[in-house]
């Protein structure tokens, strides 16, 4: 047996006569020893159940402490209480459980759980997905790759990475929208400048449908970063996905854009192929059976 395994058999012998108590965090409950807590003493769980602030605790009933808090993301701070590490993952992918890094976030610094943001390197390890450390880790970490710098976070490829599939998202809402009014033909442009974006917008409000606006107007100079970066693969995504339009985007050089200067920009034209033929319609609605010939 390992000397690791002897010291934590030692440790619940110890703690089987410590009372447990419950935290109810967000309508689930977590039950520990208060001395899960008190080892790491800076932290506010930490604090809250020190024998000499036992006195000022207010518990709901017994020995149950409520937290208006996210009781999903509270398990990660749990693991930390019991481990000393954050295991951060996103493999709980279900309805109930997945929570974002945000929401971790946000958990670790209301409980103030000492941690830094990582720079990851050749050795991430992907089961383990973790972007923030213990301040004592991250301070060992940085010491190891002195000589090596690290790559740009994960987390920051993650974040942009949402951005594109959002961007995605919303072109996808407005070719279902358009094919929803029997439109035939769609047309946007981005710009690098926002004086160019919102030129742009203004020009053509009321040219363009309100769904155009209200779902790619947020991503004038956004859009036009995605493009740079993304375009032939987001081509490449539409032909494949949906065979009922064509896809194209376009890289313009040089050209005269809506603030009167010359300049680049990008516009995505997306054309419909089918022509709303009657009967290809109607077997998709109510008036099936109610054919007029």
């Not at 930490?46 to 024998?51: K, V």
């Not at 103030?112 to 050749?122: A, F, K, L």
């Amino acid at each position: 047996m390992s000397s690791r395994n002897n010291i934590d058999i030692s440790e619940n012998l110890k703690r089987s006569n410590e009372l447990t108590i419950i935290l109810n965090v967000g309508g689930i409950k977590y039950e520990t020893y208060a001395s899960t807590f008190t080892r790491y003493p800076d932290t506010l769980l930490g604090t809250m159940f020190q024998e000499k602030n036992r006195a000022t605790l207010h518990p709901q009933t017994g020995n149950i402490y409520f937290f208006d808090r996210n009781g999903y993301a509270f398990r990660y701070i749990m693991e930390f209480y019991r481990t000393g590490k954050l295991l951060l993952s996103e493999r709980d992918k279900d309805k109930v459980t997945f929570v974002t890094l945000d929401e971790i976030k946000k958990e670790i610094e209301y409980f103030h759980i000492p941690v830094t943001e990582g720079d990851d390197n050749d050795e991430y390890d992907d089961d383990d997905d973790d972007d923030l450390m213990l301040d004592s880790q991250s301070s060992d970490r940085k010491k190891k790759n002195h000589n090596n710098p690290a790559p740009a976070s994960v987390l920051i490829h993650k974040h942009a990475g949402a951005k594109v599939d959002q961007f995605i998202n919303a072109l996808e809402k407005i070719i279902y929208e358009a094919m929803g009014c029997f439109e035939e033909r769609i047309e946007l442009k981005f710009f690098p400048k926002i004086t160019d974006v919102e030129a742009y917008w203004k020009e053509n409000e009321s040219a363009l449908k309100d769904y155009y606006m209200s779902n790619m107007k947020p991503y004038g100079v956004i859009g036009y970063c995605i493009l740079d970066k993304f375009s032939k693969e987001i081509q490449l995504y539409f032909e494949s996905t949906m065979q009922s339009i064509t896809f194209q985007t376009i890289q313009v050089i040089d050209e005269l854009t809506p603030t009167g200067n010359y300049g680049n920009y990008y516009k995505i034209s997306i054309n419909i192929k089918d022509r709303y033929d009657k009967e290809d319609i109607i077997i998709h609605t109510r008036l099936a059976n109610y054919r007029v010939s």
